[in-house]
């Protein structure tokens, strides 16, 4: 079955440690999206890309950074520069990147904690 | 700025007729899509309106009215899982604004 598959389901990170998040989809989907959610919010988009080897900032991508050298792979880092990185990561595909009528699938997320 | 409203909750019972409103305001607008999340979850597509008018797929309905700029999620003969929080979406270029989000809870 096509999915996307993030990794791992919880992750704790220590003062002034980078984290990576993994997102791996098989959909065949060109374009894939990073959202971060705190609680009882809604989800706010942290890096998008349309395309292997091209990524945008979305609205709070400070902390954060990204890669695309993978249609299927689309990894977060969360660096030590983000104050305040605990919330639920999620991300996401859809088909088209220039197209927004098309649904975008969710992976199951990463809980990310600090310790 | 681009932005999207919604009640922040609404308590129905089982069996009856709720409806979740939607107001935005962007720039580049191409639809509005609805995702539903249980707590814990991911959010799953329900459904996408990219012309006024209503989208009906099964129990659910969706509306958009964009001289409004206004849509809206009917969810009819109410069951006990579809507590969950519901948001809308709109599409722009290249990428999505998501709404604040809408509580539903569902009385026995």
């Known amino acids: 079955d096509g999915g996307i598959t993030q990794s791992p389901k919880y992750l704790f990170r220590k003062e002034g440690q980078n984290v990576t998040l993994s997102c791996e989809q098989n959909l065949n989907h060109d374009a894939m999206y990073w959202y971060r959610q705190d609680p009882g919010q809604g989800l706010r988009l942290i890096y998008y890309?349309?395309?292997?080897?091209?990524?945008q900032k979305g609205d709070i991508a400070e902390g954060y950074s990204v890669s695309r050298e993978k249609k299927e792979s689309f990894p977060l880092t969360v660096t030590s520069a983000q104050k305040n990185p605990t919330a639920f990561y999620l991300c996401?595909?859809?088909?088209?990147?220039?197209?927004?009528?098309?649904?975008?699938?969710f992976g199951d997320g990463t809980r990310l904690s600090i310790l | 700025g681009q932005s999207l409203e919604q009640p922040s909750e609404v308590t129905a019972v089982e069996g009856a007729i709720v409806q979740i409103n939607c107001t935005y305001q962007t720039s580049g607008f191409y639809g509005l899509s609805w995702y539903q999340q249980h707590d814990g979850g991911a959010p799953t597509f329900l459904s996408y309106n990219a012309l006024d008018g209503l989208e009906e797929t099964g129990r659910f309905s969706s509306f958009l009215s964009r001289s409004d700029s206004y849509g809206y999620l009917l969810l009819q003969e109410l069951q006990m899982k579809d507590s969950a929080s519901y948001f809308c979406?709109?599409?722009?270029?290249?990428?999505?604004?998501f709404g604040t989000g809408t509580r539903l809870k569902v009385l026995a």
């Open positions: 890309s349309q395309i292997v080897n091209d990524f």
């Open positions: 979406a709109a599409g722009g270029t290249y990428k999505y604004i």
């Open positions: 996401a595909s859809s088909a088209s990147g220039t197209a927004s009528n098309q649904p975008q699938h």
